[in-house]
């Protein structure tokens, strides 16, 4: 990326960009020395920060769908940290190490973003993990650790779906938010793997299969419409006379909105 002859571009078809941002030298030193404060993965948003100044700040809405997954991080983040902490719970700590570090990268990326951006980003708040008592040995049963991360997880990987859609108007944004869905889902994927191999469900599935088997418990809404088996307007259960069988629903993670989203993770804040 020549970011010098991008400036110029601009400058070509805008020649008071330099006036409506830092004079240039300033502009350049702020953008290079960008590098020394945050992940070359981040680039795209000292641009949009700087270009911001000169074209107006991330619309209301974007900040809004950040702050929503920021609020989701915080309590991911905070659930795994609060169960590093707690003694003989998890037997091997370091997969769920790597995944609470994972989710307090996605938070300080999350803050970041949203303040360079021109917005407030939300904080941590108090959290009750037992859900007002549904799972009251969360943080001294493994198993149940292990149950209401799957769920936490399944959830932010249809929260950030749902979401997608409405980061459109920012490439970079949506591009960053995607990212962070993959690592989701990866996390979930080995949640699952970690059930199975402590022998808690030897039938879980790396991946949703259907309403995944809670129904009447209390995660059944996490996976309310993941037996959906048409995607745009095909449906994909018998392809050309061939029955797929349950790849049909788990090929595909649906979304889920905002407002469902938050009825699912509501009881988890104190």
């Known amino acids: 990326m020549n970011l010098i002859n991008i400036i110029d571009e601009i400058e070509e078809v805008d020649n008071e960009i330099h006036e409506r941002i830092n004079p240039r030298r300033k502009a350049l030193k702020d953008l290079f020395s960008f590098g020394s404060k945050a992940a070359v993965s981040s680039l795209p948003f000292a641009l949009g920060g700087l270009f911001n100044k000169a074209y107006g700040q991330v619309p209301d809405s974007i900040i809004e769908v950040l702050n929503f997954a920021l609020s989701l991080e915080h309590l991911e983040y905070h659930y795994y940290d609060t169960a590093l902490g707690m003694s003989n719970l998890i037997p091997s700590k370091d997969n769920i190490?790597?995944?609470?570090?994972?989710?307090?990268?996605?938070?300080?990326?999350?803050?970041?973003?949203?303040?360079?951006?021109?917005?407030?980003?939300?904080?941590?708040?108090?959290?009750?993990?037992?859900?007002?008592?549904?799972?009251?040995?969360?943080?001294?049963?493994?198993?149940?650790?292990?149950?209401?991360?799957?769920?936490?997880?399944?959830?932010?990987?249809?929260?950030?779906?749902?979401?997608?859609?409405?980061?459109?108007?920012?490439?970079?944004?949506?591009?960053?938010?995607?990212?962070?869905?993959?690592?989701?889902?990866?996390?979930?994927?080995?949640?699952?793997?970690?059930?199975?191999?402590?022998?808690?469900?030897?039938?879980?599935?790396?991946?949703?299969v259907g309403d995944d088997n809670t129904e009447g418990t209390p995660l059944e809404a996490i996976y309310h419409g993941e037996d959906q088996t048409r995607q745009v307007i095909f449906g994909i259960d018998n392809i050309n006379g061939y029955n797929v069988g349950n790849a049909a629903t788990s090929s595909f993670d649906e979304p889920m909105s905002k407002d469902k989203v938050m009825k699912i993770v509501a009881p988890f804040f104190a």
Do not use: C, M
């Not at 300080?108 to 303040?115: C, E, S």
């Open 97 to 208: 190490s790597a995944i609470r570090n994972h989710e307090r990268q996605h938070v300080k990326f999350l803050t970041d973003t949203i303040t360079s951006s021109g917005g407030t980003p939300v904080g941590a708040v108090k959290y009750d993990f037992t859900a007002k008592g549904t799972f009251p040995d969360v943080f001294t049963n493994y198993k149940t650790f292990l149950t209401v991360a799957q769920g936490f997880e399944d959830t932010g990987v249809r929260a950030y779906k749902g979401q997608a859609g409405n980061l459109k108007r920012s490439d970079a944004i949506l591009q960053a938010a995607l990212q962070i869905h993959s690592v989701e889902a990866r996390h979930a994927a080995h949640i699952r793997f970690a059930r199975r191999l402590a022998g808690f469900d030897p039938l879980v599935k790396p991946w949703i």
